[in-house]
């Protein structure tokens, strides 16, 4: 199995800036595709972004212009940068690998990080 740890989360003001990080323990991680998901208290967990095993990346419309997604596979790790963040970004954000590489079937999930941002 794969195991996926995120890491980066906390508190920021609004305008601020973080970056998520998230390691993982597959054998052949530059196959996969990665995403990031988050989960607000009472809503349905959303679709943030995703990187291809080649690089592509696609991002939710609300975030576009403000995160990016990026990858290192010599260190297991994609990243989540998040810039210009606003309140209603605040989640618990988590990491995905879809071990068929296409970002359309998720298999395994990180325990999520809390991303808190105040006006």
């Known amino acids: 199995q794969v195991q996926l740890v995120e890491s980066g989360g906390g508190l920021v003001q609004a305008g601020g800036s973080l970056r998520l990080s998230c390691a993982a323990s597959?054998?052949?991680?530059?196959?996969?595709?990665m995403g990031w998901f988050r989960q607000a208290p009472g809503k349905e967990r959303e679709f943030v972004a995703t990187?291809?095993?080649?690089?592509?990346?696609s991002y939710v419309d609300s975030v576009k212009g403000r995160f990016t997604i990026s990858r290192d596979n010599a260190k297991n790790t994609v990243y989540l940068q998040m810039n210009s963040l606003k309140p209603e970004d605040t989640a618990v954000y988590y990491c995905?690998?879809?071990?068929?590489?296409?970002?359309?079937?998720?298999?395994?999930w990180g325990q999520g990080t809390q991303v808190t941002v105040s006006s």
């Open positions: 990187i291809s095993r080649s690089g592509g990346t």
């Open positions: 995905a690998a879809d071990l068929g590489g296409w970002g359309n079937n998720y298999q395994y």
């Open positions: 597959g054998r052949t991680f530059s196959l996969y595709a």
